[in-house]
């Protein structure tokens, strides 16, 4: 027996081999395909089946533990001998089939390592237990069945065994792909507490009962690869995929290498019980990085739908949309650069219709300036000679300051010889002036000299004669000064003694009264009774008013409650009211439908009073329908923006509420809403008039006008006529006849509804074409009398009377605890008025007793006051004594200072003699130089004028050098602003007086204002706009380029693109047509190239044709039209349609079976054991929980089945010639 087809690896199984009659049959473990028999009435797969059952699993020491389960998993082919139950439900004799791919080339090396692997004690594939030898049944195992394939009942064992051998030597074996999955092995994850995989390398069926762990592989795939749990659709924390008990759990997966790998790459990944995740290539730690660069080198998809399907993800695949499809078919099939230049591609599209748009604003822009430049040129070269004009004026004003200014330097020279001549002159004057100005000066100088020596003598005599006055009054003076006080010193004593002895007499009266008040005092006084007392009531007081503040604390969350509760109590009546009327259905409509309108609504009926006039809110508010039968005609009629609109009837109104919407630039937000329409409306409902009379109207057939049927305020009519031009719609329920149609379009009716269909004309002017549309009219959805939800409006009125009852329990409470607190105040009052009596009683005594305490202090006082009053009395005498010889000894000194005083006045006549002389000689000097001064009077004046004279010549010179000064920088600034030609003209203007030149300024002004001013800002704006124009034309120019260079690469790229996406798409459609004629119906897929020329790359998409029935049209696969079943089928041909294309090493499908029919069921297997089984395609998993009879399989298939439970089979190797011996009688009884 070859050693890839040995199914045990452990030593017992020699035991089990040494039991078997024929060894051949019980330890073959992959049989081949015999030749097939005409007669036989069924036929058996033949492969190797391995059956997963509960059994503890083994420690390193080789205990067991029944509560950890152990499982392992190895390919196999798997017959259930029982009878099963046919589509139609009855008994069937045919045998249920699974079955799976050939066992892999690489088998015995497999085996080999695990064994190596699993020398720890612990069970897995082709292993034996301890458990084993006595027969138990209390844990996981696993058994190895070797099934005969293709025999007849005729034939005898030793035929079936040749047929084994001859099977054998037909089947080819295939290798694993480069990164297909060779083993995974699981430890601590989900419900495994250790388990090995070892798929094949083509379709792997996966299968066993729900909640045996099937799904778990499908997860340990997904994560072990390191991608995440959220292309799983289960739980979202890797955690959570930690078994329970555990600490961590690990993922050990074998990819197959490259074929210049020496060994296969194994990734490991550890989970924590934290989230953590550690990982591993063989063996050796490395990041999470790593792991992807080799998924991706492998190019592992597991985030591709059409590569990795979970169970959870099935319908998620069955609603990917047509454009995420083309996508991941794409991913999935196509190299890497397919995608990338789809993703240019998109990109640059994307760059051309931004282009695009720029481009036509630029070219729209330019085309609008251009136009606006043709229309200004005109007025443009009107402007340019009213500015030559202009200039030409303002030439000649200019000319005028310099005609001045050679004018100005003239008066100049000629005032400034004026000052010359006169300046000359008066120095002439001056020189004939000079002797008797000598003789002047001398007899001035001897007069100042002589009223010098005079004023300084009258000064010095003066101060002299107030030094001895101030020194005889001070002398004198002091003296009285003192006499006074001295008597003054005697009255003041003589006044103190008399004081003295007032008061001595005083005291002594009041040290009587003391002494006779203090004869009736109590003693000290007990104040401890009151202060007792005191004390009690105070404590009495803080204990009332820590209760009063407990009432208090309890009535305010009631009181809260309470009003919360009437809050919305009152909420549910202003709701009920309004369910009452049809406008209030009709706000609560708008609250639900429409909330941004109705924040405004709202709004306003509280802040009616900031507008000036009426505002009005939507129209499907404040507007109603007279008859119910039209309302769907009349809504049709209306856009959702003439529904919700606002209407103001002021224009500050308006301003002001688009300003609270919208906000403004300034200052103010808004309320930040974008689905809110605000409309001003000037004229009246008078100014739409009709097109006809009433009757007319009903004459051409309508019932009337669309304004006949809506009530509501005039102006949101008015708006409305303005917008929607209800005025001049007519309006019938039956429809209007062909002829009645025709005669309209005469009558100025451009818009109509009758019967269900609305009619409007559109007419060309320019080019005399008319065209008419219909549309039809649908029921009213807005304007409908919204109907009242009788439910909610119960448990409202319910709810109402359940918080009024609660309002009132709340007010009781409140009422009950006011009263406690009333008669705590009560008391508190009471306790209050009995303390402030024990006060004023306390208060009383202690005033009496502080009185007698007051009187001895003082009568102390008083006595103290009366010996110091006695000892002041015995110095009086001596003291006034005093006084009387300072009086005399004062007056002596007054006669010396007298005498004194004459003598200096003696020395005073004799210097005032002096003084007179000197004056005499001054009066002499005086007269002296008066006399000369009269001489000189006439000269002076003489000189005087001439001065004068000399100044006015100055001052105008001076006067003609600023103005010349002014003239000429003025001028200096005016030629520097000119041009050479404007200086030319200058020059000859200059030549010319100054009215020739006002004439010709007057003769210009005069065709200045032939010209009419128009648009002063023209030229500005022509020039602007001319320099703008210029720019746009570079812009479109350079924008032109890069569109034609962008266009050229898209060009090319699509080019390299389109050709391989139409070849990959038509390469699917063959293979998924092929799919669908095996099962006999039709399949098609082709690629949808959006936009004109098929220039949306961001929207191609791939659509799947599908027709399930012969009387049916190929219709797109959408979730609504098919059904689960047929959507199940589709997807699974499209996923096979790929199988071939794919580029993918493995791919997983995980119960897309589910809600298929049996015969669709069977037909999809057997062309999905087709396809997966070819040579050259990819790994496959397939997980199911169910498997019907007489499927097809394939001697490449690989059949992993996983069971627990207290009731399999325990042992891995069994003997085959029960099963066999059962089969026949099964068949033979059928």
């Known amino acids: 027996m070859p050693p890839s087809l040995v199914p045990s690896r452990r030593p017992r199984s020699r035991e089990l081999e040494s039991e078997d009659p024929d060894p051949e049959i019980s330890s073959a473990s992959t049989p081949q395909t015999a030749s097939k028999a005409s007669s036989r009435r069924s036929q058996l797969g033949g492969s190797k089946l391995t059956i997963m059952s509960k059994r503890s699993s083994t420690s390193k020491s080789g205990a067991t533990s029944p509560q950890e389960p152990t499982r392992s998993i190895s390919g196999s082919k798997r017959r259930k001998l029982t009878p099963n139950i046919d589509d139609n439900g009855e008994n069937s004799d045919s045998c249920n089939d699974e079955e799976e791919g050939d066992p892999e080339p690489q088998a015995q090396q497999t085996a080999d390592k695990a064994r190596g692997d699993r020398d720890d004690g612990e069970s897995s594939v082709g292993e034996d237990d301890a458990a084993d030898e006595d027969g138990s049944n209390d844990g996981d195992t696993e058994v190895v069945i070797p099934v005969a394939e293709d025999y007849d009942s005729e034939e005898s064992e030793t035929g079936m065994a040749d047929s084994l051998d001859k099977m054998k030597k037909t089947v080819e074996e295939i290798p694993h792909a480069p990164g297909a999955i060779v083993r995974v092995q699981l430890e601590n994850f989900v419900t495994y507490t250790r388990v090995t995989f070892e798929p094949g390398p083509s379709l792997n069926m996966v299968i066993g009962p729900n909640g045996t762990g099937k799904s778990t592989l499908v997860c340990a795939i997904c994560l072990g690869l390191g991608f995440g749990p959220e292309h799983l659709g289960r739980a979202k924390d890797v955690a959570e995929f930690v078994k329970n008990g555990a600490d961590s759990a690990t993922i050990e997966i074998e990819l197959k290498g490259f074929p210049t790998d020496e060994i296969n790459p194994t990734v490991t990944r550890k989970i924590g019980r934290d989230g953590s995740s550690q990982y591993w290539i063989d063996g050796k730690k490395q990041s999470h990085k790593s792991v992807s660069q080799l998924t991706r080198l492998m190019n592992i998809q597991i985030d591709n739908l059409c590569q990795f399907l979970p169970q959870d993800r099935v319908v998620e695949f069955a609603g990917l949309g047509p454009v995420p499809l083309l996508r991941e078919t794409q991913r999935a099939a196509a190299p890497p650069e397919v995608l990338k230049d789809h993703e240019t591609l998109k990109k640059l599209r994307s760059q051309e219709v931004s282009l695009e748009v720029e481009l036509d604003g630029y070219r729209q822009s330019l085309n609008t300036m251009v136009g606006r430049q043709n229309l200004l040129e005109r007025e443009v070269a009107r402007l340019i000679e009213r500015q030559t004009l202009q200039e030409e004026i303002q030439l000649l004003e200019d000319a005028v300051s310099f005609v001045h200014y050679n004018n100005s330097r003239t008066n100049r020279d000629i005032f400034k010889q004026e000052y010359q001549e006169c300046r000359d002159q008066l120095k002439e004057i001056r020189k004939e002036q000079e002797p008797q100005r000598k003789q002047i000066e001398e007899a001035q100088a001897l007069q100042e000299e002589l009223r010098l020596w005079v004023q300084k003598e009258r000064a010095s005599l003066a101060s002299a004669e107030k030094d001895l006055k101030n020194e005889m009054e001070d002398g004198i003076g002091t003296l009285k000064k003192k006499e006074d006080k001295s008597a003054s010193s005697l009255r003041a004593l003589r006044a103190t003694e008399m004081q003295r002895k007032k008061d001595l007499s005083d005291a002594r009266a009041q040290i009587v009264r003391l002494e006779k008040f203090l004869e009736g005092d109590p003693g000290p006084i007990d104040l401890s009774q009151y202060n007792n007392r005191i004390e009690d009531i105070s404590k009495q007081l803080r204990s009332l008013r820590a209760d009063i503040n407990q009432l208090d604390n309890e009535i305010e969350p009631l009181r809260t409650q309470g009003d919360q509760k009437k809050a919305q109590s009152r909420d549910i009546t202003q709701w009920i009211s309004r369910m009452d009327n049809i406008a209030g259905r009709r706000v609560e409509y708008l609250k639900r439908i429409f909330p941004e309108p109705y924040k405004v609504y709202d709004w306003l009926q509280h802040n009616k009073n900031k507008f000036k006039g009426p505002v009005y809110g939507p129209p499907i508010v404040e507007c109603n329908i007279k008859n119910p039968d039209y309302q769907g005609e009349i809504e049709a009629l209306f856009s959702m923006s003439d529904k919700l609109v606002f209407t103001c009837t002021n224009k500050d109104d308006f301003e002001e509420l688009m300003t609270v919407v919208y906000g403004n630039n300034r200052d103010r937000e808004g309320m930040g809403l974008s689905e809110v329409t605000i409309k001003y409306i000037e004229k009246g409902l008078d100014q739409f008039p009709r097109p006809a009379s009433k009757d007319e109207i009903k004459s051409w057939g309508f019932d009337g006008l ?4 809506i009530d509501g305020p005039s102006e949101v009519l008015s708006l409305l006529c303005q917008t929607a031009g209800l005025h001049r719609i007519g309006v019938a329920k039956r429809k209007l006849s062909i002829p009645q149609q025709q005669a309209l379009k005469g009558k100025n009716m451009l818009k109509w509804i009758s019967g269900n269909v609305m009619t409007q004309i559109r007419r060309r002017a320019e080019y005399g074409a008319e065209t008419e549309m219909n549309s039809l009219v649908r029921p009213a959805k807005h304007f409908k009398t919204a109907p009242i939800d009788v439910q909610r409006l119960e448990e409202s009125k319910g709810l109402k009377l359940q918080l009024e009852h609660e309002i009132k329990e709340i007010e009781d409470a409140i009422r009950e605890i006011k009263e406690k607190k009333q008669s705590l105040d009560s008391k508190m009052s009471d306790l209050k008025t009995e303390k402030d009596q024990v006060l004023e009683e306390k208060e009383a005594k202690q005033k009496h007793a502080n009185s007698f305490h007051k009187a001895r202090i003082r009568l102390q006082s008083e006595k103290e006051q009366v010996s110091a009053l006695e000892a002041d009395g015995s110095g009086f005498k001596q003291k006034s004594a005093k006084i009387e010889m300072e009086k005399l000894q004062i007056n002596m000194n007054r006669v010396k200072a007298t005498a004194i005083y004459a003598e200096h006045v003696r020395e005073f006549v004799s210097r005032y003699e002096a003084l007179a002389t000197a004056e005499l000689h001054l009066i002499e000097a005086s007269s002296n130089v008066q006399h000369h001064n009269n001489w000189n009077e006439s000269f002076k004046e003489r000189l005087d004028s001439k001065q004068r004279q000399c100044d006015d010549a100055k001052a105008k010179y001076e006067e003609t050098v600023q103005k010349s000064k002014k003239l000429r920088d003025k001028c200096r600034d005016l030629i520097q602003a000119m041009t050479a030609e404007q200086q030319e003209a200058i020059k000859v203007h200059s030549t010319k007086t100054i009215e020739e030149l006002k004439a010709e300024i007057q003769q210009e002004n005069v065709r ?93 998409a791939i659509e799947i044709m599908v027709k399930f029935r012969e009387i049916e049209s190929m219709q797109v696969l959408t979730a609504q039209r098919q059904s689960g079943g047929e959507r199940a089928v589709s997807t699974v041909f499209y996923l096979m349609a790929l199988q071939s294309l794919a580029r993918a090493p493995f791919r997983v499908v995980d119960e897309i079976n589910q809600g298929m029919d049996p015969r669709n069921e069977r037909l999809v297997h057997k062309r999905m054991v087709k396809i997966a089984c070819k040579k050259h395609t990819s790994q496959y998993f397939l997980i199911t929980p169910k498997l019907l009879v007489d499927l097809d399989y394939h001697e490449r298939m690989k059949v992993l089945c996983i069971n627990s439970g207290d009731w399999v089979i325990e042992n891995h190797v069994q003997d085959f010639k029960k099963y066999i011996a059962a089969g026949r009688k099964l068949m033979a009884a059928a």
């Open 1008 to 1100: 200045l204002e032939s010209i009419h001013e128009g648009n002063p800002d023209a030229i500005r704006q022509y020039e602007a706009r001319k320099k703008q124009i210029e720019e746009l034309n570079g812009k479109v120019e350079e924008k032109e380029q890069a569109l034609n260079k962008l266009q050229d690469n898209i060009k090319e790229v699509r080019a390299r693109w389109e050709p391989r996406v139409d070849q990959l798409v038509n390469n699917i459609s063959e293979a998924f047509s092929r799919s669908f004629e095996f099962i006999h119906c039709a399949g098609a897929v082709r690629i949808r190239k959006e936009g004109k020329d098929g220039r949306d790359f961001e929207n191609w």
């Open 706 to 709: 669309a304004l006949d049927f």
